[in-house]
C-alpha cells in the first residue's frame, strides 16, 4: 500500500536556517462566540529573552456552510502591522472541488491562489504563491496504490485500513460505507474503499437498486473489522437469476386466479400467482414446465420456452395452463 506524493515547483523564496534558541514566552488568547456561528479571536504573546519580542493578532471567522470558512485577521509584531483576508472551501468527498485564496499586506506582503479537486484516485491540486517580489507555482497529486487480491488500485491517501468491494463482475453498483455513497464499481465490478476503522467493525454495502434487474444478490450489507494498516476483501455475490416474469391464463384467457401456488417442476421452487395471472420464477431453463394449484384445489401445467436477455427482466406470456388429464 505505497503512498505517492509527486509535485512541480517552480520559483520560490531563498529559504535559510535559524539555530535553535532559548526563549522565555507568555501567550494569552481569548475566543468570543458571536451571533450565528462566526467567532471572533484575539491572542498575544511576548518574548522576555528579547527586546520588542512581542505581537498580537486578532480576527473573526465566518463559516460559509459545511465546507467554506471566510477568515479575517489582522496584528502587529515587531512594531510592524500586517492584515490577511482568507477564503477556504474543504474537499471531503470524491468529486468536491475547493481550494483557499487569501491575501495578506505587510512586509512581506503575499498572495495565495490554490484549487483542490478530491478525484476517485488521487487529491490534485494546484496554485500560486507570491511573496518577496517571487511567484512559486506548485502542482501536486497525493493518493495510494494499493494490490489486494490479484488487482492494482489507485486512491486517495489511505491512512488506516481499506476495503476492497467485489460484486463478481457487476459494474456500476454504488458502493456504501457507513450509509455514505463512496463510489461505483467499475468495469470488472471492484471498488477500493478507504479510510476504514481498523480493529472496529465497519458497515459496508452496496445499493440493491443498482443491480440489474435479471441479476440475484443475496445479501446486500457487510460487517467488516480489518486489522491496522490492511485491507479485506468484501464480496458480493450478484449472479444472474434466470429469471423471468410470467403472464399465466386459463384457456379461455382469463388470469390464473390470484392467491394460486405455482412450481417449477425442475427445481421443486414455489411462487405465488399475484394479480393478473402474474408470477415471477427465478433459475429458469431453456425448456420450462409449471405446475398450477389454485385456490379451489384444481390442477394445471404449463409449458414455455426462455432464453435470457442481458440486463433486462423479460415478461413471457400469455401462457396458458391446461388441465391435468386424469386416468
Not at 495578506?104 to 491562489?113: H, I, Q, V, Y
Not at 421452487?269 to 420464477?281: K, Q, W
Request: hydrophobic share 40%.
Amino acid at each position: 500500500m505505497p503512498a505517492f506524493d509527486a509535485g512541480v515547483g517552480g520559483l520560490s523564496a531563498p529559504g535559510y536556517l535559524v539555530p535553535a534558541q532559548h526563549v522565555q514566552l507568555i501567550t494569552a488568547s481569548y475566543t468570543k462566540p458571536l451571533f450565528g456561528n462566526i467567532v471572533a479571536y484575539a491572542t498575544g504573546y511576548c518574548d522576555f529573552t528579547r527586546s520588542r519580542s512581542a505581537g498580537a493578532l486578532i480576527g473573526i471567522a465566518i463559516p460559509l456552510g459545511g465546507r467554506s470558512s471566510v477568515n479575517i485577521s489582522g496584528g502587529a509584531a515587531y512594531r510592524q502591522g500586517y492584515a490577511t483576508v482568507q477564503a477556504a472551501r474543504s474537499v471531503v468527498n470524491i468529486g468536491d472541488v475547493g481550494g483557499q485564496v487569501s491575501a495578506t499586506t505587510g512586509s512581506p506582503a503575499r498572495r495565495l491562489a490554490e484549487l483542490d479537486y478530491k478525484s476517485p484516485w488521487a487529491l490534485l491540486s494546484a496554485g500560486a504563491d507570491h511573496s518577496f517580489g517571487q511567484t512559486a507555482y506548485r502542482a501536486t497529486a497525493q493518493g495510494a496504490l494499493s494490490f489486494v487480491d490479484g488487482g492494482l488500485f489507485a486512491s486517495n491517501t489511505i491512512n488506516d485500513s481499506f476495503a476492497v468491494v467485489d460484486t463478481n463482475g457487476a459494474r456500476g453498483i454504488h458502493v456504501l460505507d457507513e450509509n455514505r455513497p463512496v463510489g461505483t464499481t467499475d468495469a470488472s465490478g471492484r471498488l477500493l474503499v478507504p479510510d476504514l476503522r481498523s480493529y472496529d467493525v465497519n458497515r459496508i454495502g452496496i445499493d440493491p437498486r443498482d443491480v440489474p434487474p435479471d441479476a440475484d444478490v443475496g445479501q446486500t450489507t457487510r460487517l467488516v473489522r480489518p486489522q491496522d494498516r490492511s485491507g479485506v476483501v468484501v464480496r458480493f455475490r450478484v449472479r444472474p437469476s434466470h429469471g423471468a416474469l410470467l403472464r399465466l391464463v386459463i384457456p379461455g384467457g382469463g388470469p390464473i386466479p390470484l392467491g394460486s401456488a405455482a412450481t417449477l417442476l425442475a427445481t421443486g421452487t414455489t411462487v405465488p400467482v399475484g394479480y393478473d395471472g402474474e408470477a415471477f420464477v427465478q433459475n429458469l431453463g431453456a425448456r420450462n414446465r409449471l405446475s398450477v394449484v389454485e385456490p379451489n384445489g384444481r390442477t394445471c401445467t404449463v409449458a414455455f420456452a426462455y432464453r435470457p436477455q442481458p440486463r433486462v427482466l423479460p415478461t413471457i406470456g400469455p401462457l396458458p395452463c391446461r388441465a391435468q388429464a386424469t386416468r
